[in-house]
């Protein structure tokens, strides 16, 4: 089943909060990924939306972060 162009856009949002607030804090996708213990790859896809990122991924960005899961969803 595809996903619907709303579930696809919040996933995109998703996906540049989560990098908009990797870059603020000066963290790389490598680093990030090192981080969570993913693939750079799979950091990547989850930053452009490619990916349908469950809650456990999140709450290991967020932890990688030093933010609350709440902050990357908004």
């Given at each position: 089943?595809?996903?619907?162009k709303a579930e696809a856009d919040f996933?995109?949002?998703?996906?540049?909060n989560?990098?908009?607030i990797r870059e603020k804090k000066g963290?790389?996708?490598t680093e990030l990924a090192d981080?969570?213990?993913?693939e750079r790859s799979t950091t990547n896809r989850i930053e452009s939306g490619g990916s349908n990122v469950t809650a456990k991924p999140l709450l290991?960005?967020?932890k990688?972060?030093?933010i609350s899961?709440?902050?990357?969803?908004k």
């Open positions: 089943m595809g996903s619907t996933l995109k949002r998703i996906g540049r989560i990098k908009s963290v790389t996708q981080l969570c213990g993913f290991k960005i967020a990688a972060l030093n899961v709440s902050e990357i969803v």
